[in-house]
């Protein structure tokens, strides 16, 4: 109904509008709105970031990407073109397709490199997807006792790191472990059945990166930033084990949260406040995410939470990374490209 009354509206405006010029009044010029739209500020270090850790895979089916004037074109540089700076990429130790093992990611950090991008690895420490319900142990380390899986952990970490390192790159940051919220290499890894099996397996996780790169900084990940009980618990828990970290990652996904995409960025900025003054650690939003068939509010979600990351004080929010926006047609609901391989307006809040 509102659009049939739009409708009439329009139709009567221009009615009006067309005798009203009969004597040679100019004609109103239509207002472009995405055209007077402004990205936000941020300051030369805040990281604008996107996962794009499926991009070897969506192109070996033959999957395209293009600009918004339907120019085909590579997809690091594509994303660089928008305005990003920052590339986070996924770690599987043995993944059974290959996608995301050592190699891939390799791969995908020499083109990140090449186009001028500061990388993040992000270790699942799994051959398959981690996250706050999956945190499988990898097949060939099923079998170990504690110790041994520490120092699997740990040699593992060192060999992607030195893969990287041997082929020129330095990750500006490193995860142990994704969306952890739980602990990860279940079961012995498992927060609530024993956070210092969990802390002693972060702390190799930062020493193992470390001995490679004593600039890259470490981050632990949690999801959902909204919630402040679960960081409070997870990183009190960790802070009483004895393990490290540099940064505090979140992810924050508004349709996950409990009522608009506003409050759930009002709750995270006091979240992330909160966690700052606890810990004394920066926060970092490593993974955000909205509909793609929704550009408009995600773009205005996007503004908004980078606006607010960027101006936590003490310069203590240090970016915010998109997971996946070059996901379209594979079922995968939340990136921001449309069904033509284009970029929607979304990114936009990334745009310099």
């Known amino acids: 109904m509102k659009k049939v009354l739009l409708g009439c509206a329009i139709v009567s405006f221009l009615f009006i509008t067309a005798c009203s010029n009969k004597a040679g009044t100019p004609k109103p010029v239509p207002t472009d709105t995405t055209s007077t739209y402004k990205p936000p500020v941020v300051s030369s270090s805040f990281a604008k970031g996107a996962d794009i850790s499926w991009v070897t895979q969506f192109e070996s089916t033959g999957v395209k990407f293009y600009d918004k004037?339907?120019?085909?074109?590579?997809?690091?540089?594509?994303?660089?073109?928008?305005?990003?700076?920052?590339?986070?990429?996924?770690?599987?130790v043995n993944p059974s397709a290959g996608w995301c093992n050592t190699a891939d990611v390799l791969a995908k950090a020499i083109r990140a490199k090449n186009a001028g991008m500061k990388v993040m690895i992000d270790f699942h420490y799994s051959d398959t997807w981690a996250d706050p319900g999956d945190q499988a142990v990898p097949a060939a380390w099923a079998s170990f006792d504690f110790p041994t899986l520490q120092s699997t952990m740990y040699s593992y970490t060192v060999g992607v790191m030195d893969t990287l390192k041997n082929h020129g790159i330095t990750p500006d940051w490193v995860q142990v472990g994704n969306e952890t919220d739980?602990?990860?290499?279940?079961?012995?890894?498992?927060?609530?059945?024993?956070?210092?099996?969990?802390?002693?397996l972060v702390e190799q996780g930062y020493k193992a990166v470390k001995s490679v790169s004593a600039?890259?900084?470490?981050?632990?990940?949690?999801?959902?930033?909204?919630?402040?009980?679960?960081?409070q618990w997870m990183f009190?828990?960790?802070?009483?084990?004895?393990?490290?970290?540099?940064?505090?990652?979140?992810?924050?996904?508004p349709s996950y949260g409990s009522s608009t995409w506003q409050a759930t960025d009002t709750q995270c900025l006091a979240n992330i406040n909160a966690v700052i003054a606890r810990y004394s650690t920066p926060v970092m939003v490593v993974e955000v995410g909205m509909p793609a068939n929704a550009p408009s509010t995600a773009r205005d979600f996007l503004t908004d939470i980078i606006t607010k990351v960027n101006a936590v004080s003490g310069g203590n929010g240090l970016g915010v990374f998109y997971w996946e926006p070059e996901a379209y047609n594979n079922g995968y609901g939340l990136g921001a490209f449309d069904s033509t391989g284009k970029p929607t307006e979304a990114l936009d809040a990334f745009g310099n």
């Open 182 to 200: 739980n602990g990860m290499l279940w079961p012995m890894g498992n927060a609530t059945s024993s956070m210092a099996n969990f802390a002693a």
């Open 69 to 92: 004037n339907d120019n085909q074109q590579d997809l690091f540089a594509l994303i660089k073109s928008l305005g990003f700076n920052s590339i986070r990429l996924r770690a599987w």
């Open 236 to 253: 009190d828990g960790l802070k009483a084990n004895g393990a490290q970290w540099d940064i505090i990652g979140m992810s924050l996904y």
């Open 215 to 231: 600039t890259t900084k470490v981050i632990v990940h949690l999801a959902n930033g909204y919630d402040n009980s679960l960081y």
